[in-house]
């Protein structure tokens, strides 16, 4: 079986650690490389911008405790600044990510794409989206998988339509002005 490479986008969110945890039990395998990314927002102040990092780099951390029961997996942790959804498809496209993988919640990026196609068709990549049901039996927690499908379309160049008048309007009106001053 080929490896693959999952980017997991890591966010204080509760639906971020279930899909993270969906991910473990579910879709990533021995051997595969595991990126673990949280983006920052962007700072003017260095000191604020240092403390979001190493507050994103201890999330992450405790993230990659989660990925500990996968044998020979290689985990990485990738911490960066800037807007949530230009920065995801950046580094996505950075690592060659085959799939990314990401916990969906009320400020997803996903959400605040222009349209839903739009942020995801730029990631080039599989992606799957986790949503955390609220309810909880005997431990387990219960998540639902939505995938999005990322298809190319051919949209063929829009047709040019016939002109029914080939002169301008404003040369047709002066001539009938014209004739009326004689």
């Known amino acids: 079986m080929e490896t693959q490479r999952v980017a997991v986008l890591v966010e204080d969110a509760p639906a971020s650690r279930a899909a993270l945890q969906w991910a473990?039990?579910?879709f990533?395998?021995?051997?595969?490389?595991?990126?673990?990314?949280?983006?920052c927002p962007p700072s003017r102040s260095r000191r604020r911008r240092r403390g979001l990092r190493l507050r994103g780099f201890q999330l992450a951390l405790a993230f990659k405790d989660l990925c500990n029961g996968i044998a020979e997996a290689k985990v990485e942790i990738l911490v960066r600044e800037g807007e949530l959804g230009?920065?995801?498809?950046?580094?996505v496209g950075q690592l060659k990510a085959t799939t990314l993988v990401l916990g969906i919640h009320d400020k997803s990026f996903l959400?605040?794409?222009p349209s839903p196609s739009a942020g995801v068709s730029s990631l080039g990549c599989r992606v799957l989206a986790i949503q955390q049901n609220a309810t909880a039996r005997h431990g387990f927690m219960e998540a639902e998988l939505i995938q999005i499908?990322?298809?190319r379309l051919h949209v063929p160049a829009p047709k040019i339509p016939f002109p029914i008048f080939t002169l301008p309007l404003g040369v047709i009106w002066r001539r009938s002005s014209s004739k009326r001053g004689k």
């Not at 990533?28 to 983006?39: E, K, P, T, W, Y």
């Not at 230009?86 to 580094?91: K, L, N, Q, R």
């Open 86 to 91: 230009e920065t995801v498809a950046a580094a």
């Open 24 to 26: 473990v039990r579910n």
């Open 28 to 39: 990533i395998r021995g051997g595969d490389s595991i990126a673990l990314l949280h983006v």
């Open 111 to 113: 959400y605040s794409a």
């Open 149 to 151: 499908e990322t298809i």
